[in-house]
């Protein structure tokens, strides 16, 4: 079986991370982590584009060297340059590069002079009282690792949602190809589309006597059968994660997909609902005593307990069965009303892809408009946008604006909110724009009264618009920084702001319960991809499953409106 995106990605970022801690040249880590972004957002495998020839050097930040270490993975699934170095930096390192607050020195430092190269190591240290020891840590960096230490190993037995589509959409296609196979869907939290993903379990309908079973074990990405049954089975895979596989018949399909999926406070609201009709529900139907009277569809089993169908991302009894009896289900935003993406970059800054690429792969995706957001000079990046670069830039955008038919970018800019508040350009220059992204970048340990501050004044300028991945959190690797959100979502409602849905996998800032607090207090959001690529557009799709998760509808997204509304919203003066 060909080695998946994923695996490359990880290999690419695992290598970046021991070259870190050995101090290598900064431009040839940087080269590794790029790439490894570059191959976990493409949309065809590596595997595929080298079967029918295509050239990897094509692909952005890929060249020679790093292409051949594709291939070099893809045909023998081992990258020997990074076996090299776990020869001389234990691999798991890496993994100590995830806890937040521990950067390549500070990793460094804890191997070298206390031998520390696992998670359990640190912890024996921390417990022991060795870190607080260490010149540059002390008691409180060594209760802060403590403390985040047991959150990470929590946290790292679950996948973020990207790399567990990684993983699914592969077998599926691979599953169809059994013999006798109807349908075939992913349950479980991947289907509720939840950020983080514990293990795979997938529900099938095929004929009597399938080999899908069979077929399902001698899959390539198979590591262990853990069992196997005529109607049942488990794998681990290569990448860890654990697979569930039921075949169902029929008649159960819509009940057994709605048991699989939950969650399982859900379930049990289902289950307690059908009870007061004398009903008994499970994973193989709804019984009016031994009469199966439901159970082919979910609709099925909704209908019998007095409810419409509630889509799948709103099932975790968070108000859901309510709404329904009431018939006030939102009507979930989906894919095609965004009419346009407002966070993206482009080689000006971090980006991969010039603005007339990025322009025409939004035309492409039938995008009305497109703004281009690159960083501003005080992010900590190569190449941020001093006043000078961004008027250069805006007119750029207008020439380009004046060649391009059916698309229209947006002039804006990722714009640092400083420590005290304050933006990192001045209003003559940002008065030029057409709205702005501002966003936290540094200073995350701030106490929270402060950063509440810091955001509040920065949002009193007049030319803030939108509040960017709100929280500063990544998934699994970094905890947001400390602020009250409802004293946030307030002040932009007060100011006519507006805060971002950032639709990057390792973000997802808004979280789920956030966006629903937005709408609850009537606060409109963006839904942005902060894309760093023309490939970087697709994420809006895991944006859309997160607003929907948190109840958005359309209405209550700006990038839903049409460019004549939407620039209106952005004149707060």
């Not at 921390?126 to 409180?140: A, M, P, Q, T």
């Not at 403390?147 to 169809?176: G, T």
């Not at 109607?231 to 596989?245: A, I, P, Y």
Request: with cysteine; glycine share 8%; hydrophobic share 40%.
């Amino acid at each position: 079986m060909p080695v998946q995106n994923s695996e490359i990605a990880d290999a690419f970022e695992k290598m970046a991370d021991l070259l870190e801690i050995e101090g290598a040249n900064a431009f040839r880590v940087r080269a590794y982590r790029e790439a490894a972004r570059t191959v976990h957002g493409y949309p065809r495998s590596m595997a595929d584009l080298l079967q029918h020839g295509d050239a990897l050097t094509e692909l952005p930040g890929i060249g020679k060297d790093l292409a051949a270490k594709i291939k070099t993975l893809v045909d023998t699934g081992r990258l020997p340059a990074l076996e090299k170095v776990e020869s001389r930096t234990p691999a798991a390192l890496s993994d100590l590069m995830r806890i937040p607050g521990l950067g390549p020195e500070r990793v460094k430092a804890l191997y070298k002079k206390l031998g520390i190269a696992s998670a359990d190591d640190l912890k024996r240290a921390v417990d022991s009282g060795k870190v607080r020891e260490l010149e540059g840590f002390g008691e409180k960096t060594e209760q802060m690792i403590r403390d985040r230490l047991e959150h990470f190993s929590i946290k790292q037995a679950r996948s973020k949602l990207a790399v567990a589509e990684d993983i699914a959409e592969p077998l599926v296609a691979y599953l169809k190809k059994s013999d006798g196979v109807k349908d075939i869907v992913v349950a479980g939290s991947y289907r509720r589309c939840q950020e983080t993903v514990g293990d795979l379990d997938i529900v099938v309908t095929a004929s009597k006597n399938t080999p899908v079973i069979g077929h399902f074990t001698r899959y390539g990405q198979v590591a262990e059968v853990v069992s196997q049954g005529q109607t049942r089975s488990t794998v681990r895979l290569r990448s860890g994660m654990q697979v569930d596989l039921r075949v169902v018949p029929e008649a159960s399909y819509g009940a057994a997909l709605h048991y699989f999926t939950g969650s399982k406070a859900h379930n049990i609201a289902v289950r307690k609902l059908g009870v007061k009709k004398g009903y008994k529900i499970n994973e193989y139907g709804v019984f009016n005593g031994n009469e199966r009277i439901a159970g082919k569809t979910e609709a099925e089993i909704y209908e019998k307990v007095g409810l419409p169908f509630i889509p799948p991302e709103l099932r975790e009894n968070r108000g859901e069965i309510e709404a329904a009896r009431k018939n006030r289900l939102p009507n979930l935003i989906t894919l095609e009303d965004i009419r346009g993406d407002l966070h993206c970059h482009t080689k000006e800054s971090d980006g991969r892809n010039t603005l007339r690429e990025m322009a025409e792969a939004a035309a492409q995706r039938g995008y009305e408009y497109i703004s281009i957001n690159d960083h501003s000079r005080h992010v900590t990046i190569a190449h941020g946008l001093d006043s000078k670069r961004l008027l250069a830039q805006v007119g750029e955008i207008d020439k380009l604006n004046e060649k391009l038919g059916g698309i229209v970018v947006l002039k804006s800019i990722e714009l640092d909110i400083l420590k005290d508040g304050t933006l990192d350009l001045p209003d003559s220059v940002l008065k030029e724009l057409d709205f702005t992204v501002c966003a936290v970048h540094y200073a995350f340990n701030l106490p929270r009264e402060e950063q509440n501050e810091r955001i509040l004044r920065a949002m009193d300028n007049p030319y803030f618009n939108i509040l960017a991945h709100p929280s500063g959190r990544l998934i699994n690797q970094r905890e947001p920084y400390q602020f009250d959100i409802e004293t946030i979502m307030e002040a932009a409602l007060e100011r006519g702001c507006f805060l971002e849905v950032n639709a990057q996998p390792a973000r997802l800032d808004l979280t789920d319960e956030a966006c629903k607090l937005a709408r609850d207090m009537g606060l409109k959001v963006a839904l942005s991809t902060d894309a760093h690529s023309d490939n970087g557009l697709g994420l809006m799709r895991f944006g859309i499953k997160q607003a929907r998760r948190g109840w958005l509808e359309r209405g209550d997204v700006i990038n839903c409106l049409p460019l004549h509304e939407l620039k209106k919203l952005f004149n707060r003066k």
